[in-house]
T-cell receptor
Framework: SQQGEEDPQALSIQEGENATMNCSYK?????LQWYRQNSGRGLVHLIL?????REKHSGRLRVTLDTSKKSSSLLITASRAADTASYFC?????????????FGTGTRLTIIP | DVKVTQSSRYLVKRTGEKVFLECVQD?????MFWYRQDPGLGLRLIYF???????EKGDIPEGYSVSREKKERFSLILESASTNQTSMYLC???????????FGSGTRLTVV
């Protein structure tokens, strides 16, 4: 299966700094999505970027997509303690039809107050 | 507030037991999914369903079955629980529009 790979696996930064996480995937996609998971809970959908888009913003989140490199990045600006969580990218395989997501292994983000 | 509800947050079962994990969504979503999450392995798709009474195997269906008799409910069944099925189980639902999943809070299953 085409599993996304997040990089780094873990990231610790000071509150107020920006956090950048990267995701690589293997095959053509319809869209790429980012999710957040607080410890021991379900995942929460953050943002979706379609294969014909290059950049998307939502509040303090900025996502870029480079389909030629099969990679995406998630930038969280002005980080807060509440941003501490695991972040996952997920891809929706092109030509599959209905939505079926494949998730990466995640980046564990820790914001130090 | 729309949501996906998983019947149990924590569950402890014995090896060989038949285990039912229930998931209910109130959003009239066509698609429903069961994933398991293990450290270092991320989320792996077990089964999914695009409509009532429909089911499709995911990447790791062995040892599991599912039931979808009503649109809002998707059940995951462990026919004979084994210790390697100890995991976090996550249910999700979505519309067939590629707009993203809504997840339940997860069930942490321990098989002893």
């Amino acid at each position: 299966s085409q599993q996304g790979e997040e990089d780094p696996q873990a990231l610790s930064i000071q509150e107020g700094e920006n956090a950048t996480m990267n995701c690589s995937y293997k095959t053509s996609i319809n869209n790429l999505q980012w999710y957040r998971q607080n410890s021991g809970r379900g995942l929460v959908h953050l943002i979706l970027i379609r294969s014909n888009e290059r950049e998307k913003h939502s509040g303090r989140l900025r996502v870029t997509l480079d389909t030629s490199k099969k990679s995406s990045s998630l930038l969280i600006t002005a980080s807060r303690a509440a941003d501490t969580a695991s972040y996952f990218c997920a891809t929706d395989e092109a030509n599959f039809g209905n939505e079926k997501l494949t998730f990466g292994t995640g980046t564990r983000l820790t914001i130090i107050p | 507030d729309v949501k996906v509800t998983q019947s149990s947050r924590y569950l402890v079962k014995r090896t060989g037991e038949k285990v039912f994990l229930e998931c209910v969504q109130d959003m009239d979503h066509e698609n429903m999914f069961w994933y398991r999450q293990d450290p270092g392995l991320g989320l792996r798709l077990i089964y999914f369903s695009y409509d009532v009474k429909m089911k499709e195997k995911g990447d790791i269906p062995e040892g599991y079955s599912v039931s979808r008799e009503k649109k809002e409910r998707f059940s995951l069944i462990l026919e004979s629980a084994s210790t390697n099925q100890t995991s976090m189980y996550l249910c999700a639902s979505s519309l067939p529009l590629g707009l993203g999943y809504t997840f339940g809070s997860g069930t942490r299953l321990t098989v002893v």
